[in-house]
């Protein structure tokens, strides 16, 4: 066990948007020494290792993650990689004898997630999902009053996003060689052989990336964002996870190239209540605010919750008393906190990787009963579908030489 001063060395794997929010939200904490930065793409990782210095650190600049994990000084790592890329490196920096923090989604495929787990347990590891809602004191809150029968009888949780964007979307541009400084082969990893396309690269100027609207890489809204809120249902419901899940969606929007729903509804069921993800791109009713969020509709009352507050609106007749509360202290820094104290005294994490998979096997459930057209139960004893025939998509087929190996 480590002492409360000990350093711990971290390496940052892929350092893009996430990549970055992650390493300055690690800089904040004390105790940390960022020994390496890596990426595939040169422009990243440049800036990622001036951003290290200028905090005081003295980081390894490297393209490939394998000499980050075969480095026995670095004591943890931060996968920020497109989402493709998180269950192998997770599984190899377990291996390594490494702690990991791993962004959400654990995983691209249900068996993905699993072995992750497996990995987490067989090496003693710490590791840590990415859905740092989880370490916000009202979200925390919010979640108590769920599990205390303080809205009485729940039977009905909705989540939701809502965006409003321009039917070209992301456009159709053409593929074309990679731009400088891209190692393009080794950004695909495990997925199939692909041209370079600017899109399923997605790194343009003041956009988040692209990449998560391609099946190969990612799961669209639902596993980008939805995780973030099936996840606080799942932290308030006791971390089951659904019984059931039937989807409905489609690309009804947009005109570009992407591949994932730009709108879509789920239903879970959940032992003793049902659940709903929404999201769409052409609509907002004009609000501003409350277009991603969360309600438990309970029998005594409704709480809303979103990343700024909640607010627990009473039932016509009920006792209980309307209240608020709204969020004091950004949660992501919080989470990091949380992580590097669980490095040190070697206890679970407030998202730790079980837990993550299983907001993140909800999400890819959604995605495959649509793709699939059909209703999916899920086995929790054996961790798999009911339906056999919907099984062999719980796996993903890696691109040689990968192979993803507990």
Request: glycine letters at 8%.
């Amino acid at each position: 066990m480590r002492g409360a001063n000990d350093r711990i060395a971290v390496g940052f794997i892929g350092v893009g948007v996430m990549g970055t929010e992650n390493l300055q939200a690690a800089m904040k904490q004390p105790g940390v020494a960022v020994a390496a930065v890596c990426d595939v793409y040169q422009p990243h990782l440049e800036r990622a290792g001036a951003l290290a210095r200028r905090g005081g650190n003295q980081p390894k600049e490297v393209r490939d993650f394998r000499q980050v994990l075969a480095d026995r000084s670095i004591d943890a790592i931060c996968i920020s990689t497109p989402d493709h890329w998180h269950p192998y490196i997770t599984v190899e920096a377990c291996k390594a004898g490494k702690d990991v923090y791993v962004e959400k989604p654990a995983c691209v495929a249900v068996d993905e997630g699993l072995a992750m787990v497996r990995a987490a347990r067989k090496y003693d590891r710490v590791v840590q999902g990415g859905t740092w809602q989880r370490s916000g004191a009202h979200f925390q809150k919010a979640c108590e009053m769920v599990r205390g029968g303080v809205l009485g009888k729940i039977a009905f949780c909705r989540t939701w996003i809502y965006n409003n964007m321009p039917q070209a979307g992301i456009g159709n541009p053409a593929d074309s060689q990679p731009p400088a400084g891209l190692d393009w082969d080794l950004w695909l990893g495990p997925a199939p052989a692909r041209q370079f396309n600017p899109n399923r690269f997605g790194v343009y100027p003041k956009a988040y990336s692209y990449f998560r609207h391609f099946w190969d890489y990612a799961g669209g809204h639902l596993t980008d964002s939805g995780i973030h809120m099936l996840d606080i249902v799942h932290m308030a419901l006791g971390d089951v996870m659904p019984d059931s899940v039937v989807a409905l969606g489609g690309k009804y929007w947009l005109r570009d190239d992407s591949e994932t729903p730009d709108t879509l509804q789920v239903t879970y069921e959940y032992p003793g209540c049902i659940a709903s993800w929404e999201h769409r791109c052409n609509n907002t009713e004009g609000l501003t605010s409350r277009l991603m969020g969360i309600t438990f509709h309970g029998s005594r009352g409704t709480l809303y919750v979103d990343r700024a507050m909640y607010k627990l609106t009473p039932e016509k007749g009920s006792d209980l008393e309307p209240a608020e509360m709204k969020r004091v202290t950004d949660p992501h820094p919080l989470h990091w906190a949380n992580f590097l104290e669980c490095v040190r005294t070697r206890r679970k994490p407030n998202s730790d990787i079980e837990n993550c998979f299983r907001s993140s096997a909800a999400c890819i459930l959604g995605n495959l009963s649509l793709r699939a057209k059909m209703r999916l139960d899920w086995d929790s004893a054996n961790n798999t579908t009911r339906q056999t025939e919907a099984r062999p998509y719980l796996q993903r087929t890696y691109r040689g030489p990968w192979k993803l190996e507990v």
